[in-house]
């Protein structure tokens, strides 16, 4: 039997905490347990994403020294904008995987994510005012280098208009991100591991 990392939940979660930290070279984002009480409970994974990245891959580890994978995902190809990425678990087994639908993208950012057991879910930007608020502000010369400052949230659901997957962006300095694996009609939440790669991609992958 496989030994449990440590530090990971040993039962399906319903929710998450993603922090993203920012250096010159990588993204640097630490999934954390939360509580009933919303306080961390400890970290779950440590991921690094490589910028500019012509092959995005990207490992999570089950601590910041980086000596135990435990999942990750990884474009199916390269250079392309609409590019399926597959999500593994340590032993490079398929869990998940998701994709960016380009077109509808340009107005509202637009994911399709399928978890293992077949379950397909469109991801899309909450608010689509907001959406459009900030495409048109990158545009704005000058404006356009200033951070943007509106917080942007994503639900993902099902064709019935179920949610199962919940990525609220808080107000910090660094970015902070509350995610909810919602339980639908008694069913097990999805992967954690699927919602936490997705959730690392709709940051590090947003503007690709």
């Known amino acids: 039997m496989t030994q449990q990392p440590q530090g990971t939940p040993t039962a399906q979660p319903t929710r998450f905490r993603m922090r993203q930290k920012l250096t010159m ?5 630490e999934i954390h347990g939360v509580g009933p009480d919303g306080a961390e409970t400890g970290l ?6 490589k910028r500019m ?3 995005e ?7 910041a020294g ?3 994978p435990v999942f990750g995902f990884k474009a199916r190809t390269r250079m392309d904008l609409g590019a399926t990425y597959d999500i593994t678990d340590a032993s ?5 995987q998701f994709r960016k639908d380009f077109g509808k993208s340009l107005l509202r950012s637009t994911w399709h994510l399928t978890t293992a057991d077949g379950r397909v879910a469109l991801g899309q930007e909450r608010n689509q005012t907001i959406a459009i608020v900030r495409r048109v502000w990158g545009l704005i010369p000058v404006v356009g280098e200033i951070p943007i400052p509106f917080l942007f949230h994503f639900d993902f659901t099902l064709p019935d208009g179920q949610v199962v997957l919940s990525s609220t962006k808080k107000p910090a300095l660094r970015d902070v991100y509350e995610v909810e694996l919602p339980v639908v009609d008694g069913a097990q939440p999805i992967d954690w591991r699927v919602a936490a790669a997705m959730s690392v991609a709709l940051d590090a992958l947003q503007s690709r």
């Open 25 to 29: 070279m990588v993204n640097r984002y």
């Open 44 to 49: 779950w994974a440590f991921a690094e994403q």
């Open 53 to 55: 990245a012509f092959k």
């Open 57 to 63: 891959q990207v490992t999570f580890f089950a601590d």
């Open 66 to 68: 980086k000596t135990q």
């Open 92 to 96: 490079g087994a398929p869990i998940g």
